[in-house]
């Protein structure tokens, strides 16, 4: 019973250039949400999807961020021209259910470091 | 603003030792309030507390919620240097989905 699996585990980029974060949900779940951790911070909420839709973005930066959750395939997190204050380790995780009692499963994150 | 406030932000003990984390939270709609524990990688679910006065226990951890407080405590006996990691405190708020607010977290430090 495979968990969130998110890759890569390492992404190194450039100022300017993109970054794609990948995030399959556990078996069943069809809910995901994005979570960022700067470092010497504590979690902080992007973005919560279903399948083909954007349910609550309010903690999204306005630019430069867009997330999607397609029918088929992994949820992804984008991030175009990054840049150093992007450098963080960004997390993934799913529920079931909405609204159900249901502990958020996190992934191990993608450490995204900026050059 | 909604709002969760975790203290300490750390914590050295030695191996034996008994902890008690604390988490204080002012939010609208209180849903649940959850423990992670953080080491280099995922949170990992620790418990998920709704009800006040009952205590939720997994070994030598152990969790109650107070609501009249607004807050939590996460205690743990008998700490062992595997127990050094980040516990991060979330509460589920509002009126629709899952989304969590985190506390800055605990950094826990378990000297042998």
């Known amino acids: 019973n495979a968990g969130v699996m998110q890759n890569p585990r390492h992404l190194v980029r450039r100022r300017g250039q993109e970054a794609r974060l990948r995030c399959s949900p556990m078996?069943?779940?069809?809910?995901v949400y994005w979570y960022r951790q700067l470092p010497e911070e504590g979690l902080k909420f992007m973005v919560y999807?279903?399948?083909?839709?954007?349910?609550?973005e309010s903690g999204m930066p306005k630019e430069r961020f867009s997330a999607e959750f397609p029918k088929e395939g992994p949820s992804i997190l984008r991030i175009q021209q990054v840049v150093r204050g992007d450098s963080a380790a960004y997390f993934c995780?799913?529920?079931?259910?909405?609204?159900?009692?249901?502990?958020?499963?996190f992934g191990n994150g993608t450490r995204l470091t900026v050059t | 603003e909604d709002k969760v406030v975790q203290s300490p932000l750390s914590l050295v003990v030695h191996e034996g030792d008994t902890v008690t984390l604390n988490c204080s939270y002012e939010?609208?709609?209180?849903?649940?309030l959850l423990w992670y524990k953080q080491e280099k990688k995922a949170p990992t679910f620790l418990f998920m507390l709704?009800?006040?006065?009952i205590e939720k226990k997994s070994g030598r951890l152990s969790s109650i919620l107070d609501k009249k407080e607004l807050s939590s405590i996460l205690n743990i006996t008998a700490t062992q240097t595997g127990d050094s990691a980040i516990y991060l405190c979330?509460?589920?708020?509002?009126?629709?989905?899952?989304?969590?607010?985190f506390g800055e977290g605990t950094q826990l430090t378990v000297n042998p």
């Open positions: 995780a799913s529920s079931p259910l909405l609204g159900i009692n249901s502990p958020l499963h």
């Open positions: 078996k069943g779940h069809s809910h």
């Open positions: 999807l279903q399948k083909e839709n954007i349910i609550d």
């Open positions: 939010v609208t709609n209180f849903r649940s």
């Open positions: 709704t009800s006040s006065g």
């Open positions: 979330a509460v589920e708020f509002g009126t629709s989905g899952s989304r969590l607010t």
